[in-house]
Protein backbone atom coordinates (compact mmCIF):
# COMPACT_ATOMS: atom_id res chain seq x y z
CA UNK A 1 0.00 0.00 0.00
CA UNK A 2 2.81 2.73 0.78
CA UNK A 3 4.53 3.51 -2.56
CA UNK A 4 7.28 6.16 -3.77
CA UNK A 5 5.47 9.20 -6.01
CA UNK A 6 4.38 8.37 -9.30
CA UNK A 7 5.04 10.04 -12.58
CA UNK A 8 2.92 9.53 -15.59
CA UNK A 9 -0.06 11.99 -17.37
CA UNK A 10 -2.64 8.93 -16.54
CA UNK A 11 -1.70 7.26 -13.35
CA UNK A 12 -3.48 7.40 -10.32
CA UNK A 13 -2.49 5.15 -7.70
CA UNK A 14 -5.49 4.69 -5.71
CA UNK A 15 -5.91 3.13 -2.39
CA UNK A 16 -1.98 3.76 -1.70
CA UNK A 17 -0.05 5.78 1.10
CA UNK A 18 2.28 7.81 -1.05
CA UNK A 19 6.09 8.70 0.74
CA UNK A 20 7.55 12.29 0.45
CA UNK A 21 7.02 16.02 0.46
CA UNK A 22 3.03 16.90 -0.28
CA UNK A 23 3.75 19.59 -2.95
CA UNK A 24 5.94 17.55 -4.72
CA UNK A 25 3.89 14.64 -4.61
CA UNK A 26 0.63 16.32 -5.67
CA UNK A 27 2.65 17.98 -8.61
CA UNK A 28 3.70 13.93 -9.61
CA UNK A 29 -0.06 13.45 -10.28
CA UNK A 30 -2.91 14.01 -12.91
CA UNK A 31 -4.80 17.31 -12.93
CA UNK A 32 -8.37 17.18 -12.62
CA UNK A 33 -8.22 14.09 -11.22
CA UNK A 34 -9.70 14.03 -7.75
CA UNK A 35 -13.33 14.59 -6.41
CA UNK A 36 -12.60 15.69 -2.54
CA UNK A 37 -9.68 16.48 -0.53
CA UNK A 38 -9.66 16.58 3.13
CA UNK A 39 -6.30 18.65 4.59
CA UNK A 40 -5.48 18.41 8.32
CA UNK A 41 -1.83 20.29 7.49
CA UNK A 42 0.69 21.46 10.49
CA UNK A 43 -1.11 23.72 12.64
CA UNK A 44 1.60 26.00 13.68
CA UNK A 45 1.34 26.26 17.34
CA UNK A 46 4.16 28.19 18.04
CA UNK A 47 4.34 26.76 21.35
CA UNK A 48 6.70 28.31 24.50
CA UNK A 49 8.19 26.27 26.58
CA UNK A 50 6.56 22.63 28.22
CA UNK A 51 3.06 22.76 29.77
CA UNK A 52 2.23 20.85 32.82
CA UNK A 53 -1.23 19.65 34.55
CA UNK A 54 -1.99 20.72 38.14
CA UNK A 55 -0.14 17.38 39.88
CA UNK A 56 2.48 18.61 37.71
CA UNK A 57 2.73 16.14 34.95
CA UNK A 58 3.83 17.01 32.02
CA UNK A 59 0.65 17.12 28.92
CA UNK A 60 1.73 15.54 25.68
CA UNK A 61 1.34 18.46 23.28
CA UNK A 62 2.34 19.19 19.45
CA UNK A 63 5.94 19.57 19.57
CA UNK A 64 6.66 17.65 16.89
CA UNK A 65 9.53 19.15 13.66
CA UNK A 66 6.65 19.10 11.23
CA UNK A 67 4.35 21.57 12.91
CA UNK A 68 7.19 23.88 13.59
CA UNK A 69 8.03 27.11 11.05
CA UNK A 70 10.65 29.69 11.12
CA UNK A 71 7.94 32.66 10.70
CA UNK A 72 4.04 33.37 9.74
CA UNK A 73 5.75 34.10 6.28
CA UNK A 74 7.12 31.04 5.96
CA UNK A 75 4.00 29.48 7.29
CA UNK A 76 2.06 31.52 4.16
CA UNK A 77 4.54 30.08 1.90
CA UNK A 78 4.10 26.61 2.78
CA UNK A 79 -0.04 27.51 2.78
CA UNK A 80 0.02 28.92 -0.90
CA UNK A 81 2.33 26.32 -2.31
CA UNK A 82 0.24 23.15 -1.33
CA UNK A 83 -3.19 24.82 -1.93
CA UNK A 84 -2.19 25.70 -5.30
CA UNK A 85 -1.02 21.84 -5.72
CA UNK A 86 -4.30 21.19 -4.34
CA UNK A 87 -6.39 22.82 -6.24
CA UNK A 88 -4.70 21.72 -9.80
CA UNK A 89 -5.49 18.31 -8.77
CA UNK A 90 -9.54 18.46 -8.06
CA UNK A 91 -12.00 17.99 -10.78
CA UNK A 92 -14.32 20.86 -12.10
CA UNK A 93 -16.70 20.12 -9.59
CA UNK A 94 -14.25 18.91 -6.13
CA UNK A 95 -13.74 20.45 -3.22
CA UNK A 96 -11.41 20.76 -0.59
CA UNK A 97 -12.47 20.35 3.65
CA UNK A 98 -9.70 21.81 5.75
CA UNK A 99 -9.17 21.82 9.67
CA UNK A 100 -7.36 24.23 11.49
CA UNK A 101 -7.38 25.79 15.18
CA UNK A 102 -6.95 29.64 15.68
CA UNK A 103 -3.42 29.57 15.25
CA UNK A 104 -3.50 29.29 11.53
CA UNK A 105 -7.26 28.86 10.16
CA UNK A 106 -7.69 32.32 9.64
CA UNK A 107 -4.44 32.28 7.80
CA UNK A 108 -5.79 29.34 5.68
CA UNK A 109 -8.90 30.96 5.04
CA UNK A 110 -7.43 33.93 3.18
CA UNK A 111 -5.47 31.80 1.46
CA UNK A 112 -8.01 29.42 0.06
CA UNK A 113 -9.26 32.84 -1.38
CA UNK A 114 -6.40 34.26 -2.87
CA UNK A 115 -6.05 30.71 -4.50
CA UNK A 116 -9.07 30.80 -6.14
CA UNK A 117 -11.28 28.47 -3.89
CA UNK A 118 -15.15 29.48 -3.56
CA UNK A 119 -15.59 28.97 0.48
CA UNK A 120 -19.26 27.20 1.19
CA UNK A 121 -19.40 26.99 4.98
CA UNK A 122 -17.44 27.12 7.86
CA UNK A 123 -17.68 24.45 10.37
CA UNK A 124 -17.03 24.29 14.14
CA UNK A 125 -16.21 21.36 15.41
CA UNK A 126 -17.08 21.24 19.46
CA UNK A 127 -15.70 18.75 21.18
CA UNK A 128 -17.36 17.32 23.64
CA UNK A 129 -14.59 15.91 25.58
CA UNK A 130 -11.64 19.04 25.19
CA UNK A 131 -8.36 19.38 27.26
CA UNK A 132 -8.87 21.88 29.74
CA UNK A 133 -6.87 25.04 30.34
CA UNK A 134 -4.18 23.97 32.98
CA UNK A 135 -3.02 27.18 33.31
CA UNK A 136 -6.12 28.99 33.69
CA UNK A 137 -4.89 31.89 31.84
CA UNK A 138 -7.73 31.54 28.97
CA UNK A 139 -10.34 30.17 27.72
CA UNK A 140 -10.50 26.09 27.38
CA UNK A 141 -9.98 25.88 23.30
CA UNK A 142 -13.14 23.45 23.01
CA UNK A 143 -13.28 23.60 19.06
CA UNK A 144 -11.38 23.39 16.21
CA UNK A 145 -12.80 24.92 12.54
CA UNK A 146 -13.14 23.45 9.14
CA UNK A 147 -13.71 25.39 6.23
CA UNK A 148 -15.36 23.75 3.15
CA UNK A 149 -14.48 24.99 -0.25
CA UNK A 150 -15.72 24.23 -4.10
CA UNK A 151 -12.71 24.81 -6.27
CA UNK A 152 -14.37 27.52 -8.10
CA UNK A 153 -17.60 29.90 -7.26
CA UNK A 154 -19.27 28.00 -10.40
CA UNK A 155 -18.70 24.01 -9.32
CA UNK A 156 -21.51 22.20 -8.74
CA UNK A 157 -20.32 20.26 -5.69
CA UNK A 158 -21.84 17.03 -4.07
CA UNK A 159 -23.65 17.91 -0.98
CA UNK A 160 -25.91 15.50 0.23
CA UNK A 161 -28.17 17.38 2.42
CA UNK A 162 -30.67 14.55 3.14
CA UNK A 163 -28.29 12.07 3.88
CA UNK A 164 -26.46 14.62 6.53
CA UNK A 165 -30.36 15.51 7.80
CA UNK A 166 -30.90 11.33 8.57
CA UNK A 167 -27.59 11.85 9.93
CA UNK A 168 -28.96 14.22 12.47
CA UNK A 169 -32.33 12.47 12.89
CA UNK A 170 -34.47 14.51 10.34
CA UNK A 171 -33.35 17.99 11.33
CA UNK A 172 -31.10 19.69 8.89
CA UNK A 173 -27.78 19.41 9.50
CA UNK A 174 -25.96 22.62 10.78
CA UNK A 175 -22.46 24.03 11.25
CA UNK A 176 -21.68 23.26 14.31
CA UNK A 177 -20.80 19.50 14.86
CA UNK A 178 -20.89 18.26 18.70
CA UNK A 179 -17.89 15.42 18.75
CA UNK A 180 -15.96 13.74 20.79
CA UNK A 181 -11.93 14.07 20.39
CA UNK A 182 -10.49 10.91 19.63
CA UNK A 183 -9.81 8.97 22.68
CA UNK A 184 -10.17 5.53 24.38
CA UNK A 185 -9.57 2.38 22.04
CA UNK A 186 -10.11 4.93 18.68
CA UNK A 187 -6.44 6.51 20.04
CA UNK A 188 -4.17 4.71 17.68
CA UNK A 189 -1.13 3.97 20.07
CA UNK A 190 2.90 2.76 19.08
CA UNK A 191 5.26 0.25 20.12
CA UNK A 192 5.41 2.12 23.61
CA UNK A 193 2.32 2.61 24.61
CA UNK A 194 2.10 6.16 23.57
CA UNK A 195 0.27 7.94 21.22
CA UNK A 196 1.21 7.29 17.73
CA UNK A 197 -0.03 10.59 16.32
CA UNK A 198 -0.67 13.57 18.94
CA UNK A 199 -3.14 15.26 16.30
CA UNK A 200 -5.42 11.61 15.13
CA UNK A 201 -8.73 13.10 14.08
CA UNK A 202 -11.77 10.82 15.38
CA UNK A 203 -13.63 9.06 12.87
CA UNK A 204 -17.37 10.48 13.49
CA UNK A 205 -15.37 13.55 11.80
CA UNK A 206 -14.62 11.94 8.61
CA UNK A 207 -17.94 10.06 8.64
CA UNK A 208 -20.11 13.10 8.92
CA UNK A 209 -17.70 15.44 5.77
CA UNK A 210 -17.66 11.98 3.29
CA UNK A 211 -20.71 11.19 3.56
CA UNK A 212 -21.79 14.71 3.49
CA UNK A 213 -19.81 15.75 0.04
CA UNK A 214 -18.91 12.86 -1.73
CA UNK A 215 -20.51 9.88 -3.35
CA UNK A 216 -19.31 5.90 -3.46
CA UNK A 217 -16.48 5.37 -6.12
CA UNK A 218 -15.36 9.29 -5.55
CA UNK A 219 -11.46 9.74 -5.09
CA UNK A 220 -10.41 11.51 -1.49
CA UNK A 221 -6.77 12.74 -1.36
CA UNK A 222 -5.59 13.18 2.27
CA UNK A 223 -1.83 15.29 1.76
CA UNK A 224 -1.21 15.29 5.76
CA UNK A 225 -2.37 11.51 5.94
CA UNK A 226 -0.76 10.97 9.80
CA UNK A 227 -2.26 7.41 10.79
CA UNK A 228 -4.80 7.62 8.17
CA UNK A 229 -8.22 8.46 9.69
CA UNK A 230 -8.92 9.78 6.25
CA UNK A 231 -8.56 6.19 4.08
CA UNK A 232 -9.83 4.18 7.06
CA UNK A 233 -13.57 6.31 6.55
CA UNK A 234 -12.94 6.21 2.82
CA UNK A 235 -12.75 2.51 2.81
CA UNK A 236 -15.29 1.80 4.82
CA UNK A 237 -17.38 3.94 3.13
CA UNK A 238 -16.53 2.58 -0.51
CA UNK A 239 -14.58 5.66 -1.69
CA UNK A 240 -11.45 5.53 -2.82
CA UNK A 241 -8.38 7.53 -1.41
CA UNK A 242 -5.03 8.77 -1.60
CA UNK A 243 -2.66 9.37 1.00
CA UNK A 244 0.70 11.81 1.50
CA UNK A 245 2.52 11.17 4.58
CA UNK A 246 6.29 11.89 4.50
CA UNK A 247 6.64 10.43 7.97
CA UNK A 248 7.66 6.70 8.16
CA UNK A 249 6.50 5.77 11.19
CA UNK A 250 2.86 7.38 10.81
CA UNK A 251 3.00 5.79 7.53
CA UNK A 252 3.31 2.17 9.11
CA UNK A 253 0.66 2.54 11.48
CA UNK A 254 -1.84 3.91 8.83
CA UNK A 255 -0.65 0.97 6.39
CA UNK A 256 -1.64 -1.24 9.35
CA UNK A 257 -4.63 0.21 10.59
CA UNK A 258 -6.32 0.32 6.66
CA UNK A 259 -5.55 -3.18 6.02
CA UNK A 260 -8.17 -4.48 9.01
CA UNK A 261 -10.78 -2.12 8.04
CA UNK A 262 -13.72 -3.80 5.91
CA UNK A 263 -15.85 -1.80 3.55
CA UNK A 264 -19.56 -1.89 3.63
CA UNK A 265 -21.77 -3.94 1.29
CA UNK A 266 -23.06 -1.73 -1.64
CA UNK A 267 -26.56 -1.82 -0.70
CA UNK A 268 -25.18 -0.10 3.05
CA UNK A 269 -23.06 2.27 1.47
CA UNK A 270 -26.13 3.93 0.01
CA UNK A 271 -27.59 7.25 0.99
CA UNK A 272 -30.51 9.52 1.47
CA UNK A 273 -30.98 11.72 -1.88
CA UNK A 274 -33.14 14.46 -2.19
CA UNK A 275 -36.26 14.77 -3.96
CA UNK A 276 -34.77 16.84 -6.87
CA UNK A 277 -31.87 14.46 -6.89
CA UNK A 278 -33.99 11.25 -8.80
CA UNK A 279 -34.96 11.14 -12.20
CA UNK A 280 -37.81 13.19 -13.52
CA UNK A 281 -41.18 11.26 -14.10
CA UNK A 282 -43.98 12.95 -16.15
CA UNK A 283 -47.25 12.07 -15.14
CA UNK A 284 -47.81 10.86 -18.70
CA UNK A 285 -45.65 8.33 -18.47
CA UNK A 286 -47.95 6.49 -16.17
CA UNK A 287 -50.74 6.51 -19.09
CA UNK A 288 -48.45 5.64 -21.37
CA UNK A 289 -47.19 2.60 -19.28
CA UNK A 290 -50.76 1.71 -18.96
CA UNK A 291 -50.40 2.07 -15.20
CA UNK A 292 -53.23 4.23 -15.24
CA UNK A 293 -56.08 4.51 -17.89
CA UNK A 294 -57.45 7.28 -19.43
CA UNK A 295 -60.92 7.66 -18.13
CA UNK A 296 -59.74 6.04 -14.81
CA UNK A 297 -60.70 8.31 -11.80
CA UNK A 298 -58.50 9.61 -8.88
CA UNK A 299 -59.22 10.62 -5.43
CA UNK A 300 -57.69 13.65 -3.36
CA UNK A 301 -56.01 12.08 -0.43
CA UNK A 302 -58.58 14.22 1.98
CA UNK A 303 -61.07 12.34 -0.10
CA UNK A 304 -63.25 15.43 -1.08
CA UNK A 305 -62.49 15.47 -4.58
CA UNK A 306 -62.15 13.57 -8.09
CA UNK A 307 -60.78 13.95 -11.34
CA UNK A 308 -60.79 11.85 -14.54
CA UNK A 309 -57.00 10.78 -16.16
CA UNK A 310 -57.05 12.23 -19.69
CA UNK A 311 -55.13 10.52 -22.70
CA UNK A 312 -52.80 12.86 -22.94
CA UNK A 313 -51.29 13.00 -18.85
CA UNK A 314 -53.71 15.56 -17.79
CA UNK A 315 -56.43 15.65 -15.57
CA UNK A 316 -60.60 16.59 -15.86
CA UNK A 317 -62.67 17.34 -12.48
CA UNK A 318 -65.58 19.79 -11.62
CA UNK A 319 -64.58 22.40 -14.37
CA UNK A 320 -61.25 22.28 -14.49
CA UNK A 321 -58.75 20.75 -16.75
CA UNK A 322 -54.96 20.71 -16.01
CA UNK A 323 -51.93 18.86 -14.81
CA UNK A 324 -51.92 16.84 -12.09
CA UNK A 325 -50.93 20.11 -9.94
CA UNK A 326 -53.25 22.38 -11.55
CA UNK A 327 -56.08 20.37 -10.99
CA UNK A 328 -55.22 19.55 -7.46
CA UNK A 329 -54.28 23.15 -6.87
CA UNK A 330 -57.75 24.83 -7.87
CA UNK A 331 -59.84 22.24 -6.28
CA UNK A 332 -58.08 23.17 -3.03
CA UNK A 333 -58.27 26.59 -3.57
CA UNK A 334 -54.59 26.94 -2.76
CA UNK A 335 -51.59 28.55 -4.64
CA UNK A 336 -49.88 25.14 -5.32
CA UNK A 337 -50.36 21.59 -4.92
CA UNK A 338 -47.83 18.30 -5.23
CA UNK A 339 -50.10 16.14 -7.63
CA UNK A 340 -47.93 13.22 -6.68
CA UNK A 341 -48.74 13.42 -2.71
CA UNK A 342 -52.14 14.19 -3.60
CA UNK A 343 -53.94 12.03 -6.07
CA UNK A 344 -54.42 8.57 -4.88
CA UNK A 345 -55.98 5.37 -7.01
CA UNK A 346 -58.00 2.83 -6.26
CA UNK A 347 -56.74 -0.98 -5.85
CA UNK A 348 -58.37 -3.62 -4.47
CA UNK A 349 -60.55 -0.99 -2.82
CA UNK A 350 -58.27 0.80 -1.17
CA UNK A 351 -57.10 4.44 -2.09
CA UNK A 352 -53.08 4.24 -3.38
CA UNK A 353 -50.94 6.94 -3.71
CA UNK A 354 -49.96 7.92 -7.41
CA UNK A 355 -46.35 8.51 -5.80
CA UNK A 356 -46.12 4.86 -5.51
CA UNK A 357 -46.39 4.12 -9.48
CA UNK A 358 -43.62 7.11 -10.16
CA UNK A 359 -41.30 5.05 -7.52
CA UNK A 360 -41.86 2.16 -9.53
CA UNK A 361 -40.67 3.66 -12.41
CA UNK A 362 -37.87 5.24 -11.00
CA UNK A 363 -36.44 1.88 -9.79
CA UNK A 364 -36.73 0.34 -12.75
CA UNK A 365 -34.51 3.15 -14.15
CA UNK A 366 -31.51 2.79 -11.49
Known sequence: MIRKPVRGANMLPLNSILSGDCVEVMNSLPENSVDLIFADPPYNLQLRGDLHRPDNSKVDAVDDEWDQFASFEAYDRFTRDWLRAARRLLK?????????????????????????????????????????????????????????????????????????????EGTQMRSDWVLPICNGGERLKDENGDKAHPTQKPQSLLHRVLVGSTNPGDVVLDPFFGTGTTGAVAKMLGRDFIGIEREEAYRK??????????????????????????????????????????????WSMNGRHKAKVRADGTLVGADVKGSIHQVGAKLEGAPSCNGWTYWCFKKDGKHVPIDLLRQQIRSEMS
Open 92 to 168: PNGAIWVIGSYHNIFRVGAALQNEGYWILNDVVWRKSNPMPNFRGKRLTNAHETMIWASKSEKAKYTFNYEALKALN
Open 253 to 298: VAEKRIAQVRKFDNEALAVSTAKRAEPRVPFGQLVERGLLRPGEEL
